[in-house]
């Protein structure tokens, strides 16, 4: 997109981490925010601190997996903002166990939020965004939608599928003027351990920390997405290690994925 000043952009799980700082960071480009979460307090406070800058922003509390609500959004954003421009499907969670421990409500609540939230995102503005003279959707995939790793089988799973859904999403839309772009970050250091379902909380002590230590800010996401929108990417991947990941995966897919099955193991499984 060639102007972003004046744009309306959805993005959701907005009230933290990520969609946080990607909302922060369109409103400095002039964009006008419609702020999706499941999470009120979260969304009211991303709220003040935008319009204490100007920042035109409306609150929407939703399930991005619940297709009935989804369905509903873009009335709502459209009453208040009268045009939709970009969509940042970014909300998500994460499971931290052994698949054999995985229960499958647990498989079905990820899948649900971290795959259906972005295909219901994807679906229910598609005839918004169409309406505009440019538009843009971002969907946020991860380091992990390029390898499969012991102890985040569904995760990996939905990242996969928002990778190869916005590969083919982008392909039919090639020829019109919306954009589509997958982000593809390594570790970010946002809160997402706090939340994250495991079998121990050594396991997600052990997560923590490898954010705290070596996650990288959710704002390089955010300038990520902005790339993305400004470049009409495909996609766009960010920290040292999504770019290393994806590309010794290409190099070696079978030795990679021996390499790291011993050494990524869930702590006590």
Not at 139 to 145: D, K, L, P
Not at 222 to 238: F, H, W
Request: include cysteine; hydrophobic fraction near 45%.
């Amino acid at each position: 997109m060639k102007q972003l000043a004046g744009r309306v952009a959805v993005v959701t799980g907005a009230g933290s981490g990520i969609g946080r700082a990607t909302a922060l960071r369109l409103a400095r480009e002039g964009c006008a925010l419609a702020l999706v979460d499941i999470h009120g307090e979260r969304l009211s406070e991303v709220a003040q601190a935008l319009e204490q800058h100007g920042t035109k922003t409306s609150q929407h509390l939703a399930d991005v997996a619940d297709p009935d609500r989804m369905a509903a959004l873009p009335a709502e954003v459209v009453a208040a903002h009268d045009a939709v421009h970009i969509v940042v499907n970014n909300a998500g969670v994460s499971v931290l166990m052994d698949f054999e421990e995985h229960s499958l409500d647990d498989f079905q609540w990820l899948i649900g939020v971290n795959f259906w939230g972005v295909v219901h995102g994807c679906k229910f503005f598609l005839p918004e965004l169409r309406k505009a003279d440019e538009a843009h959707i971002v969907n946020i995939s991860s380091m992990f939608g390029f390898i499969g790793v012991p102890g985040q089988s569904s995760y990996c799973a939905s990242k996969f599928a928002v990778r190869g859904f916005s590969e083919a999403l982008w392909a039919e839309l090639r020829e019109t003027p919306i954009g589509v772009t997958s982000i593809h970050p390594g570790g970010v250091a946002t809160g997402i351990a706090s939340g994250v379902r495991v079998t121990n909380e050594e396991a997600r002590n052990q997560l923590q920390k490898s954010f705290d230590d070596y996650g990288h800010p959710p704002e390089d996401v955010a300038e990520a997405v902005l790339k993305g929108i400004r470049g009409n990417k495909l996609r766009v991947r960010t920290g040292a290690e999504s770019f290393v990941v994806d590309w010794i995966k290409r190099l070696f897919p079978v030795g990679f994925q021996r390499h790291i099955a011993p050494r990524m193991r869930v702590p006590g499984s």
